[in-house]
Structure formats: C-alpha cells, structure tokens
C-alpha cells in the first residue's frame, strides 16, 4: 500500500512538498502516480507520474508547477507543488501502476490520502 504524506494548510502562493512512501510491495518495476481529489467530487484527476527508471510526465494543469520525483530506494516518490493556488485545495493521493498511464482506474495500492488545503 502506497501512503502520502505532507499536505497542511498553506496560503497562495506558497509550496508544499508530498511524500508517497511504499509499504509491503516487493517489486519496484512500478510507477508512482499522483492525483487529488477536489471537495465534494469522487473523481480523482490526475496530476504526474514517475516511471521507475525515472521517467515524467505531469498534467498540462500543474506542468511547471508541480513536480514529481522519485526516492533512490525506487519505493518513494515527492510532489513539489509551487505557486499554490485556492483551487489547489483537494485531498493528494499516490498510487502504483504496472503501466505507464493518466487513467486512476489502472492504479492500485491506494492508499489514505493527504489533506492540501490553500487558503487566500
């Protein structure tokens, strides 16, 4: 199961970094994803996945906002989140996939997920 990490409340403008960290999974041949889900939604919208050789891609909604990164033990990865705005405000999720992809649907090992609030 994948556990996020390191949300809190933040005004505009500020940065936050989320961590995801990986327990009782053997292999680390997976990606990393993030997402997050606004108040009052059920969908989950996708915002960056890390490969486990190293490779991005984050939505074009956060692209040079947010960064992903992944841990040298392969079994973390961070969320960098810059210039945060109020519309920012969701509950931050990680994820693992066996495949390189945006759909939530194909993740697994959800974990419980990290409140960002950013205030005004």
């Known amino acids: 199961q994948l556990q996020a990490s390191g949300g809190g409340l933040v005004q505009a403008g500020g940065s936050l970094r989320l961590s995801c960290a990986a327990s009782?999974?053997?292999?680390?041949?997976?990606?990393i994803g993030w997402f997050r889900q606004a108040p009052g939604t059920e969908h989950k919208e996708f915002l960056c996945?890390?490969?486990?050789?190293?490779?991005?891609y984050c939505a074009a909604d956060v692209k040079g906002r947010f960064t992903i990164s992944r841990g040298n033990a392969k079994n973390t990865a961070y969320l960098q989140m810059n210039r945060l705005k109020p519309e920012d405000t969701a509950v931050y999720y990680c994820?693992?996939?066996?495949?390189?992809?945006?759909?939530?649907?194909?993740?697994?090992?959800w974990g419980q997920g990290t409140q960002v609030t950013v205030s005004s």
């Open positions: 994820a693992a996939s066996w495949l390189w992809t945006v759909d939530a649907g194909n993740y697994d090992d």
């Open positions: 009782g999974v053997t292999s680390r041949d997976y990606a």
């Open positions: 996945v890390s490969s486990s050789t190293g490779d991005t």
